[in-house]
């Protein structure tokens, strides 16, 4: 954790003081540990492809960091809504497959597995959902949630199971909405279920695997990817801008223990 003075505590130390004070700076025990769980992406998950922030999502696998809470908080309210679902149950006679995560193997390509986990499907009505919190409710789906609910959709067919229709249930800080509209290549708006993405296996397959093989080379080669490989409208927040510095925009195989955050500050 970065302090507000800029004093850098590590997780253990940050929630020891949280124990002790009740809090730090400011932020009690259960946001801190909500804020500094440390999420280090290993595979090619849904979520980390549909980000198209792989350059710091390979940075963040590879290296320890420090963050400032404020950087974190949507995170952390993503994780109050997911808990507060958690302990919803479903009405008597309604089937629901709520929070499964699911792992499949990319058709022609055994070396690939995809993963993610389904938050709500209605298997009766064959309706998927997804949820996201945001601060202004968009009113058709977001590029990358629709990559996400894409690789949703295609992890539950080759499972076995039908879907004709998803959505987003955006969650907002003082409304939700569900949106089930998307914009296609041309510019045009329709039923999400429609795009391309849903439409053609082998569309959807080529699409993931440019962002899975850069994933995965990140990973397991430490080589991280080029500045085009990440969504760089957050750069000023992200909490490797650090590391990212210090690597080529054009990307480059690392050694992780030479990249001590504390080095360059």
Do not use: N
């Not at 700076?25 to 946001?31: A, K, N, R, T, V």
């Not at 390979?58 to 908080?73: C, E, F, K, T």
């Not at 996201?132 to 992890?155: E, M, R």
């Not at 990307?251 to 504390?262: A, L, N």
């Amino acid at each position: 954790m970065i302090r507000h003075d800029g004093t850098l505590l590590s997780t253990a130390e940050a929630l020891r003081e949280a124990a002790l004070h009740g809090h730090v700076d400011g932020y009690p025990l259960p946001i801190l540990v909500m804020a500094l769980k440390d999420w280090k992406p290993t595979t090619p998950s849904a979520s980390v492809i549909a980000s198209v922030s792989w350059r710091r999502s390979v940075l963040q696998a590879l290296l320890d960091y420090y963050v400032r809470i404020p950087d974190r908080y949507a995170l952390v309210r993503g994780s109050l809504v997911h808990s507060g679902f958690e302990a919803f149950r479903a009405p008597e006679g309604l089937r629901l497959i709520r929070e499964k995560r699911m792992r499949v193997q990319l058709p022609k390509y055994e070396d690939h597995i995809l993963s993610g986990q389904v938050d709500l499907y209605y298997p009766d009505h064959r309706r998927l959902e997804d949820y996201k919190t945001c601060s202004v409710i968009p009113d058709t789906i977001k590029p990358d949630h629709l990559t996400q609910l894409a690789v949703y959709f295609w992890l539950l067919v080759w499972s076995g199971f039908g879907v004709d229709s998803v959505a987003i249930d955006y969650i907002g800080w003082d409304d939700c909405r569900q949106v089930s509209q998307a914009e296609f290549d041309d510019g045009s708006i329709g039923e999400a279920i429609g795009h391309p993405l849903f439409q053609s296996e082998h569309d959807f397959v080529q699409y993931i695997l440019d962002g899975w093989e850069i994933l995965a080379a990140g990973f397991s080669e430490c080589d991280v990817p080029s500045t085009r490989d990440c969504d760089t409208r957050y750069c000023r927040s992200c909490s490797l801008k650090w590391a990212c510095d210090r690597i080529s925009p054009k990307g480059k195989i690392i050694v992780p223990s030479e990249f001590r955050q504390q080095d360059f500050m």
